[in-house]
Structure formats: structure tokens, C-alpha cells
């Protein structure tokens, strides 16, 4: 099933106006009424909330809930990331990847997935709030962060991010490396290649065509 079920639109509606996530069963639920599982080929079992936030030229960033739909030019990014209501030692490095299930569209998604991210050597670095430490990377990205960009026509793509536990030498993998297409990416097969494990958390966003597009 690729189609986004009307209910998942009805309920990034309905909760636009809230911020971020602040309940794993909410953010599993989320996942699974869009379908992100069985389409990315993923076990989502989240045990660390993991929160996305878009900066914005003007005004306080946008933050993310899972399976909210955002405007295109809301999402230049780069985006941050960060964990909640978890205490994760400085020493913890994480993995993010952040892929496009629905290129060139949802009903035939012939190019995904789209690789928009992946970068290593995550840490927290500061706690922002009693309850948020941010996730500041140590090293440059292997794949820098790309906009969001659905075709024309296109109905809202799935944009997911993931949260892995790093596994030792992750540094020196040659899987993938800046040069290496984005399309026709497959995260749970680069995840088991690399030893990732399974995402210890996620979220993800929907995004339409610009609407001058
Ligand atoms: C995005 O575009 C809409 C109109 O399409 C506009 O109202 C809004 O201000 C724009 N936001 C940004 C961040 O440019
Ligand atoms: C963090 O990532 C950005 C984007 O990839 C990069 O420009 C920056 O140099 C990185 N930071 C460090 C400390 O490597
Ligand atoms: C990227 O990987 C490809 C294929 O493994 C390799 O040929 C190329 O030299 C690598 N590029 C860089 C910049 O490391
Ligand atoms: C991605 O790889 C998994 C195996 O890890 C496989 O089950 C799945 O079909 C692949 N997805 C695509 C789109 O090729």
C-alpha cells in the first residue's frame, strides 16, 4: 500500500498546530498508519524520541511532530536534531538517515528511495531544555542534506528520519560516500550492511510540490 490513507493527511491536520513528539506510541502508531515499515523495510520499535527541527530565515524554527505535513519552502534546512527525554552520555555517537519513500511519486515510486541524509558521529551536546540534549555531529555529513523537492503534480512524499545506535569503525565504511547517487537508495539494506541494527528512533515529515512549482 504506497497511497497515503486519508486518515494520515486528516491527522497531520489535525495536529499541525502541536510541536514536537512526546510519546514513542504515538510516533510507532505514526509510522505504521503511513505504512513507513512495511515500505522502508524496517523493524520501528523506537526507544529514544527523536526530534527534527527546520530553521527558518525569519522566526523561530519549525518543529516537527511525526507525520506532519510541512510546506516546501518551510524545509531548506539544514535540519537539527536532537533526543528527548533521554539522558545520552556525551560519549554515545549515533547514525542519521533521512530517505524519500515516494520519488518520483507515491503511486510509483520508481527512484526511491532518495537518500537526503546520512551523517555519523552524532552526540549530544548541550542539554537546550531539561528534557532535550541536541545532537551535534563531530564529523562532516557523507551525504549533505537535500530540500525536499516532490515533482509537479506529485501528491505529498514521506520524508523519514532515523536514529541508529553508531556502530565502531561506521568512519571508515565505503558503502556510500558523497559521490554516490542518491537514488535507488535502500537504508534497511545499507543498515544491515553496515550493522546499524534497527532505528532506535525516527520521524517523518510530509511535503507536496511548491505550489509555484
Ligand atoms: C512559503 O510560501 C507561502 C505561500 O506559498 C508563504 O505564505 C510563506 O510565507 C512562505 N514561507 C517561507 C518560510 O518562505
Ligand atoms: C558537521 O556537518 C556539517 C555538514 O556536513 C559540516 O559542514 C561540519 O564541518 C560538520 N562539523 C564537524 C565538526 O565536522
Ligand atoms: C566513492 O565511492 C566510489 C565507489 O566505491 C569510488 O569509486 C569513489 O572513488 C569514491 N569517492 C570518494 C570521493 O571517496
Ligand atoms: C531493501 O532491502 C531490503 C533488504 O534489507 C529488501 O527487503 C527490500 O525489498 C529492499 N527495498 C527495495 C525498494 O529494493
Redesign the pocket.
Known amino acids: 500500500m504506497r497511497f497515503l490513507s486519508l486518515s494520515t493527511l486528516l491527522l497531520s491536520l489535525v495536529t499541525l498546530a502541536s510541536s514536537q513528539d512526546t510519546s514513542l506510541a504515538a510516533v510507532r502508531r505514526a509510522f505504521n498508519t503511513a505504512n513507513i515499515p512495511a515500505d522502508a523495510a524496517i523493524t520501528f520499535d523506537p526507544s529514544i524520541l527523536f526530534e527534527l527541527a527546520f530553521p527558518?530565515?525569519s522566526g523561530p524554527p519549525v518543529e516537527v511532530h511525526a507525520g506532519i505535513q510541512l510546506?516546501r519552502?518551510?524545509t531548506a534546512g539544514p535540519p537539527t536534531f536532537s533526543v528527548r527525554d533521554t539522558v545520552v552520555s556525551p560519549r554515545q555517537s549515533f547514525v542519521v538517515a533521512a530517505v524519500d519513500l515516494d520519488a518520483p511519486t507515491p503511486q510509483n515510486p520508481t527512484s526511491a528511495q532518495i537518500r537526503h541524509f546520512l551523517g555519523g558521529d552524532f552526540h549530544p551536546r548541550a542539554a537546550v531544555t531539561l528534557r532535550t540534549q541536541t545532537l551535534a555531529n563531530a564529523t562532516a555529513a557523507i551525504s549533505e542534506f537535500r530540500q525536499p523537492t516532490p515533482p509537479a503534480g506529485s501528491d505529498p512524499h514521506r520524508y523519514v528520519f532515523l536514529l541508529f545506535n553508531q556502530p565502531r569503525g561506521f568512519g571508515r565504511q565505503t558503502l556510500v560516500n558523497s559521490t554516490t547517487p542518491i537514488q535507488n537508495f535502500n537504508i534497511s539494506q545499507f543498515a544491515s550492511e553496515i550493522g546499524l541494527g534497527n532505528p532506535i528512533g525516527g520521524t517523518f515529515i510530509l511535503v507536496g510540490p511548491d505550489?509555484t512549482a
Request: charged share 0%; aromatic share 0%.
Open positions: 527558518q530565515t510546506p519552502n518551510a505550489p
